[in-house]
């Protein structure tokens, strides 16, 4: 059983930055892709991220340019570094493990952790 406990969300102002961090269990964390996405009141889940065993990583259009994913395999950490913050980036983060075959689809993903709110105050 893999679990995933995110953390470093919070309240920030816009224009601020947050890094969120996601501890993995198990000692395969390195051999799979993982991902961030973000769900909003009301709205779908939706992806924001993600970075392969190998490094290579794709980024939602929505945050490119602001956010950036990295892992520490050492660790067995996911980050998720987010800069020049917007209110319509409040949501909750949720970090996830990649099964497969794609990358940017929830059915892509089958280990989620429990998630962390970010709030951006205009």
């Known amino acids: 059983q893999v679990q995933l406990v995110e953390s470093g969300g919070g309240l920030v102002q816009a224009g601020g930055s947050l890094r969120l961090s996601c501890a993995a269990s198990g000692r395969t964390f390195s051999r799979y892709a993982m991902g961030w996405f973000r769900q909003a009141p009301g709205k779908e889940r939706e992806f924001v991220a993600a970075?392969?065993?190998?490094?290579?990583?794709t980024v939602a259009e929505s945050v490119k340019g602001r956010f950036t994913i990295s892992r520490d395999n050492a660790k067995n950490t996911l980050y998720l570094q987010m800069n020049s913050l917007k209110p319509e980036d409040t949501a909750v983060y949720y970090c996830?493990?990649?099964?497969?075959?794609?990358?940017?689809?929830?059915?892509?993903?089958?280990?989620w952790g429990q998630g962390t709110q970010v709030t951006v105050s205009s």
């Open positions: 996830a493990r990649n099964r497969g075959p794609g990358i940017v689809r929830d059915s892509d993903y089958d280990y």
């Open positions: 970075i392969r065993w190998s490094g290579g990583t």
